[in-house]
């Protein structure tokens, strides 16, 4: 076995892959790309799920990457001596080229003549039926009771989400036992209790996934139209056999990170069965961490936001145990030092990531201090006997108590905890929130103060009017519930009931007016933004401007008119656009995000290549003719399955409930699930004008419109633009294209004339013909060998340094030997150009050396090769003294050759 780092390992699978054709590409994004069923990539073959269902053409039919991945069901395991959240995946991929033979000749030859695994440490898994998978084993000499069989639970492999690539696997598997002790692994009874997947003493280190099939939402699995292979190799694992380690922390890419949470907590690793652990938490969630908001993702309280809240706190409360002083944020630094070379976004958005964790866990130890009280007061309540297990369950939602500190905490109480109950709860949890299509969809205190007003959803009015009565049933400030706001208070306030759309989907929320009854009311209230931070509760974040508003009240609610009609304009044109994309560009056209603003609209879809003019020229005019035909815009209730069985489109980032809103444009050729507020017909919009267009990663690009007075203010403006233009030139619009094109080849024609009669002048000047005012300081002097040594040295006025080296060309080819300095104030800094023919280069003559010690005599410097060099200095005003010192550089440089 070869000793390699992890650098080293993770550079030779992919030299290894490069090497047989494989294209190597950059790891994507911990946010998957334009992939709804997915929270954060989770493998290696995330990204390129399009290529294996063929949806994008790949840029190469063979691929290799280190993915950085993450799992969340891997959050309460992290600790141990084999777990993680955040991984780097090690891949090679083929879209529709090799298969099974070349995927198992690669893997066992890289295993054995790359990192030198000992052939009796490896045992091999196949599907229960692929004969041909163990077959291919055997013919690369593998001892047939090496290959154990296995059926779904290990060997096949499913879709990363609720759909995409799947198929049978077979996995490589590493011996870290005795060999020695080795039992006979060809007894039928020994392999049904000993081997890979049975026994502690293997690590699976390499699987080869046969993606032959593409599953759909409803679980049915269809033949790809070719065959693909799919393979992942953990880089921390291969590693850890690759050292001889017993842990991945004790590995070099984690051990500078132990040895600082070592240093903060004053504890060693390993010398405690209980503190070891904890470090092993802290390492590992403040790299997760680190790695999940440089790629963007910040603290909340759903999805992504979540998963990183969770890891983060909890590597916060395991700090806390071990006494840990100083941020976690420090723990990331010496991340981003560690892995920053190969994930440059670490250091980036190192000060990003910085303030974030800081700022988490300063808003941790006030939820801290208040999950402690919570649990102290549920020991109260327990009577001595036991907190309950939904308490323990809420403990670790909402505060990020590990079950362990809870039991601990109650154990000194004397009271225990019904850890069955616990578990029951937790299960219920996790299932409501894989239901959701969400991970760790967790509470937080202020979710709390919105579920203590009773209400689990604020009626909307909005799709029928814009001004309605209402009551105020809550008033928040700073986190907490109030009875009243007086003027100049800032206040999330809920209604009863509101016309206020709240933002989702894209569409930015309403903004207007609450006031009491009556044409001078006696409370106003200023909303600037509409929200539901939970669930279905539309919170109105406001601004009192005149009197006193109080729970309880009656209200009059106003939406700002205008601007709703401008977003209504902008969200159905973003409909039109997304069926325009997928219908010039191709199907495979999803959205990635939008935002649907009353100033423009921007759209963010999946395609690989950048548009081009024709084809934003051809998506704008289907768009327009839309418009001009004035298609009705139908809104459609129906269940989430019936939608998406009708070929409804589902959007990046959201989650649908069984019944959902849609909206349909000439059907079917737009037909989206969309909460959000639209025209009753497409001639509203207006004119919709495409604005720009770029990517903004990898296969991800944005599209920025305009609509409506919008785009009738662009038309003004190019039209002004042309207008002007043509004003200035003097000829008709039409023209203005020909004209331009004339005057720029004219412009072309007069730089190059004024640049040969500046080379002419240049010329005369140096030699005295045109009684142009200039400084010389030739030379010449018999070398120590007797070699005649010539100089012309001067200062000339040119405009620019290719002038300057171009009329020196001209002098050195005119001497059959000699040195060359030329010199001039360009741009108000003293430029010097040196060259020296070659003939005196043999006698150590050296142009660089040369325009070194000149340039050093005008406060600047320069260098070059032995031939040309070139000069700049700060002191324009010593540029002549420095040319009257180059005889003496001259000399100077023979001298010291001769020495």
Request: hydrophobic letters at 35%; aromatic letters at 8%; charged letters at 25%.
């Amino acid at each position: 076995m070869r000793f390699m780092t992890a650098d080293e390992a993770r550079e030779a699978f992919l030299k290894y892959f490069q090497e047989r054709d494989h294209l190597r590409l950059p790891s994507a994004s911990l946010i998957p790309s334009g992939d709804p069923t997915l929270l954060l990539t989770t493998a290696g073959m995330v990204p390129f799920k399009p290529y294996f269902c063929r949806e994008l053409e790949p840029p190469h039919p063979r691929i290799t990457t280190v993915q950085k991945s993450f799992r969340t069901t891997d959050i309460e395991e992290v600790g141990d001596a084999t777990h993680l959240t955040m991984f780097e995946m090690l891949g090679n991929f083929s879209f529709g080229d090799y298969f099974k033979k070349e995927a198992i000749e690669w893997g066992h030859d890289i295993s054995l003549n790359v990192f030198d695994l000992e052939p009796e440490r490896l045992f091999f898994t196949v599907y229960t039926d692929d004969d041909e998978a163990e077959q291919l084993w055997i013919d690369r000499g593998v001892e047939p009771n090496r290959i154990y069989r296995f059926g779904d639970e290990d060997n096949w492999w499913g879709p990363a989400g609720d759909q995409g690539a799947c198929g049978p696997s077979s996995e490589l598997h590493y011996y870290s036992g005795d060999l020695d002790a080795m039992p006979d692994y060809s007894d039928p009874e020994i392999r049904k209790v000993w081997g890979p997947n049975l026994t502690d003493d293997f690590v699976e280190y390499y699987n080869l996934v046969f993606t032959q099939f593409n599953r759909d939402l409803e679980g049915n699995d269809t033949p790809l139209p070719n065959k693909n292979i799919d393979t992942g190799m953990g880089l921390e694992r291969i590693v850890v056999i690759l050292q001889d380690a017993r842990s991945i922390y004790e590995t070099d890419h984690f051990q500078p990170i132990v040895r600082h949470v070592e240093s903060m907590c004053g504890k060693k690793w390993g010398d405690d069965p209980k503190t070891t652990p904890a470090i092993n938490v802290v390492a590992e969630h403040a790299r997760s961490a680190a790695f999940l908001i440089g790629d963007g993702v910040i603290p909340g309280n759903n999805g992504r936001g979540y998963v990183l809240r969770r890891v983060i706190r909890r590597g916060m409360l395991f700090g806390r145990e071990l006494g840990v002083e100083g941020p976690i944020s420090e723990v990331a630094q010496v991340v981003a030092e560690v892995m920053g070379h190969t994930y440059p976004e670490l250091r980036s958005n190192g000060n990003f990531i910085e303030q974030v964790l800081d700022k988490e866990e300063a808003s941790f130890s006030r939820t801290l201090e208040q999950g402690t009280q919570r649990l102290r007061a549920a020991i109260g309540k327990s009577g001595g006997e036991e907190v309950s297990g939904a308490e323990a369950a809420q403990l670790y939602d909402t505060y990020g108590f590990p079950v362990e500190m809870t039991q601990e905490i109650a154990s000194e109480s004397g009271v225990g905890v019904d850890m069955e109950e616990f578990e029951k709860e937790m299960e219920e949890r996790r299932e409501k929130a894989r239901s959701a299509g969400t991970a760790f969809a967790g509470d937080t205190e202020e979710r709390r103060v919105y579920e203590g007003l009773g209400v689990e959803e604020t009626v909307f009015l909005g799709y029928n009017t814009l001004v309605a009565d209402s009551t105020v049933i809550g008033i928040i400030k700073d986190g907490k519930l109030i009875d009243s706001a007086s003027e100049g208070d800032e206040v999330e306030i809920v209604l009863e009931e509101t016309p206020f759309y709240a933002a989702r989907g894209g569409q930015i929320g309403d903004t207007g007016e609450l006031h009491s009854p009556g044409q001078d009311p006696d409370v106003v209230v200023e909303v600037t933004d509409t929200r539901a931070p939970f669930g279905h509760i539309n919170v109105h974040f406001s601004k009192v401007t005149k009197g006193t508003v109080k729970t309880g009240e009656a209200l009059t609610a106003e939406v700002d008119g205008v601007r709703r009609e401008k977003i209504k304009r902008n969200h159905t044109a973003t409909h039109l656009v997304h069926a325009a994309l997928r219908e010039v560009l191709g199907s495979h056209v999803r959205q990635s995000g939008s935002v649907v603003a009353p100033d423009h609209l921007r759209f963010d879809f999946t395609h690989m290549a950048p548009m081009t003019p024709d084809e934003i020229r051809a998506v704008q005019d289907i768009v327009n003719e839309k418009i001009r035909l004035s298609r009705p815009v139908e809104v459609h209730w129906t269940t989430y399955s019936k939608a998406v069985e009708e070929g409804a489109l589902a959007f990046f980032g959201d989650t649908y409930e069984n019944d959902v809103r849609t909206i349909r444009i000439d059907p079917p050729w737009s037909y989206e699930l969309c909460g959000g507020t639209h025209m009753e017909s497409t001639g509203g919009i207006g004119v919709f004008i495409i604005t720009s267009e770029a990517g903004i990663g990898s296969g991800v690009r944005r599209l920025f419109a305009v609509t409506g007075i919008g785009a009738e203010e662009a038309i003004y403006d190019q039209f002004g633009t042309v207008s002007e233009m043509s004003h200035l030139l003097k000829v008709p619009a039409e023209e203005l294209g020909q004209r331009t094109q004339s005057l720029m080849d004219e412009l072309a024609a007069s730089r190059r004339e004024v640049q040969r009669l500046e080379e002419q002048m240049l010329r005369a000047s140096v030699a005295g013909d045109n009684g142009a005012s200039q400084q010389t300081f030739d030379f010449s002097f018999d070398a120590p060998d007797g070699t005649a040594v010539a100089g012309q040295v001067k200062s000339v006025p040119a405009s620019n340094v290719d002038a300057l080296r171009r009329t020196a060309d001209h002098i050195r080819d005119q001497m059959k030997s000699g040195v060359v300095v030329l010199g001039s104030v360009i741009d108000e800094r003293p430029m010097v150009v040196v060259m020296v023919t070659k003939d005196l280069t043999e006698t150590g003559l050296h142009a660089g050396n040369i325009a070194k010690a000149i340039a050093g005599k005008m406060g600047g410097g320069g260098g070059g090769s032995p031939v040309v060099a070139q000069a700049g200095g700060k002191q324009p005003d010593q540029l002549e003294a420095a040319l009257a010192s180059a005889k003496e550089v001259v000399e100077a440089g023979l001298a010291s050759d001769e020495g």
